[in-house]
């Protein structure tokens, strides 16, 4: 009976092991086979790519020599109707002087006949024959020649060729053309943010000198890539993205002193879960753009006005947001921009409890009381960013109910021009999510949010 249980425990023991082989056996054959479909994605990339340099160097370069043939061509005819046009205009006058010599010699064939045979005439005759003769001869003027241009003076035709051509071009046509096995630059991040995806990119070549970046994206299910952004940063925040959507991102940059483009980079998919910021419509005094990202402070309610809030609490802890000022009007102390915990009504400012907020004079204010600290003025062109996270979380309940009020901090860095605040805002209850807002007293302000 022992024995029974003993083998029946190694049987048990054997069956486990044998599971744990199989179950190891199929995760290493799940990692091959994904491994052996990355390596089908490699070798597709190299191929692809490969076939369509083909096809781009063959249309350049036929497309190269049907150009350089037609101007080629182009050249000899002008210089070839050049030739024609002084072989002509030479040609012409020699003509004429020809046509007035073989004139004078004929006229003095004629001559010279009358003459001979004036003289082999009879002797009645002899004497007016010889009169008639010498009465012509006196009148053609036989002492006068045309004349004739020496050959120094008529034109000799040449060709004028430079040989520097024949040695340049080649040269040239040696450089014309690279083949690269990686595009000078890549996408290194893609970050979703509310309504967009952050692009960072870096250079990968390093004898690759950049003067521009040129970053492009397009839809999944669409064919043609948009310009997205142009310039010498290496980040681009592309916003009004659909959300939940694939999107394809691809990078390439401009040479320093160079006028073509480099071969883009090998595109990104990159989407965005997150919903995007959107200010809250039917607030009088505030005006919004057709994606209500952006609020301008309409002169309806001068000399007063409440606060402008986010439509949701769409601001997570981790994220950056930030207020960009687009257009500016006459400032006030009540004026500000800022993150809080709730949306209330009936306040007139942001510079209250449950919030933090910059003035538009850079006055910082912590739950509606202001901190030593100054940022710079708020005025058009400003960016000023909200950086938060949490720092811990100090439930009063002995239940360590989130929902119980306690302390909750939170680290907060708020950046305007080229300085920056940090502070830790305390609460009294956890939140997930943060509203956003603004509040100006007068007309003139537009924001942008994202």
């Given at each position: ?14 069956l ?11 995760n ?87 003459g ?17 003769f010498?009465?012509k ?29 024949m ?23 893609l ?25 492009q ?13 142009i ?30 483009w ?6 990104q ?28 402070r ?61 003035s ?15 940022l ?15 720092v ?31 502070f830790?805002w305390m ?24």
């Amino acid at each position: 009976m022992r024995k029974s249980t003993r083998m029946s425990i190694e049987a048990e023991a054997l069956l486990q092991e044998a599971k744990e082989s199989i179950e190891a056996a199929q995760n290493y054959r799940s990692e091959l086979q994904q491994r052996l479909h990355g390596l089908s994605q490699a070798r597709k990339q190299v191929r692809g790519s490969a076939s369509q340099t083909r096809e781009t160097l063959q249309r350049h370069f036929q497309d190269l020599q049907t150009t350089v043939s037609r101007l080629l061509t182009e050249r000899l005819n002008i210089l070839l109707q050049e030739v024609d046009s002084i072989e002509l205009e030479s040609v012409s006058p020699l003509d004429d002087c020809q046509k007035l010599i073989e004139h004078g010699i004929s006229t003095a064939d004629e001559l010279l006949r009358e003459g001979e045979a004036a003289i082999r005439c009879g002797v009645n005759e002899k004497e007016d024959k010889l009169g008639s003769f010498t009465k012509k001869a006196l009148q053609i003027q036989l002492d006068s020649l045309p004349e004739v241009p020496a050959l120094v003076d008529v034109p000799c035709l040449s060709a004028q060729l430079d040989d520097s051509l024949m040695h340049t071009f080649p040269t040239q046509v040696a450089r014309h053309g690279s083949v690269a096995s990686y595009p000078p630059v890549q996408i290194e991040e893609l970050v979703e943010r509310p309504g967009g995806v952050l692009v960072r990119w870096c250079k990968v070549d390093e004898d690759f000198t950049p003067q521009d970046y040129r970053l492009q994206y397009r839809r999944g299910n669409s064919s043609q890539y948009e310009d997205a952004y142009i310039g010498k940063d290496t980040e681009f925040l592309v916003l009004q993205l659909d959300p939940h959507m694939d999107h394809l991102f691809r990078v390439c940059a401009r040479g320093e002193g160079r006028t073509e483009w480099s071969p883009w980079s090998i595109p990104q998919t990159g989407y965005t879960t997150l919903a995007p910021h959107e200010w809250r419509s039917g607030v009088d005094g505030y005006i919004l753009s057709s994606r209500k990202n952006i609020t301008m402070r309409s002169d309806s309610s001068p000399g007063h006005g409440g606060v402008l809030y986010s439509n949701s609490p769409t601001y997570f802890c981790g994220q950056t947001l930030t207020f960009k000022i687009t257009a500016a009007g006459p400032t006030d102390k009540h004026d500000s921009l800022g993150v809080c915990a709730d949306s209330r009504t009936g306040t007139d400012s942001l510079q209250r409890d449950q919030a933090v907020c910059i003035s538009t004079h850079g006055a910082v204010f912590v739950n509606g009381k202001e901190m030593t600290n100054q940022l710079p003025a708020v005025t058009v062109g400003s960016s000023v960013t909200f950086d938060m996270e949490v720092v811990n979380i100090f439930p009063v309940s002995n239940n360590n109910n989130p929902n119980d009020k306690g302390n909750f901090k939170l680290r907060v860095t708020i950046g305007s021009g080229n300085r920056e605040v940090v502070f830790d805002w305390m609460l009294d209850q956890v939140v997930d999510s943060l509203f956003f807002g603004c509040s100006f007293t007068h007309p003139g302000w537009k924001v942008l949010v994202f």
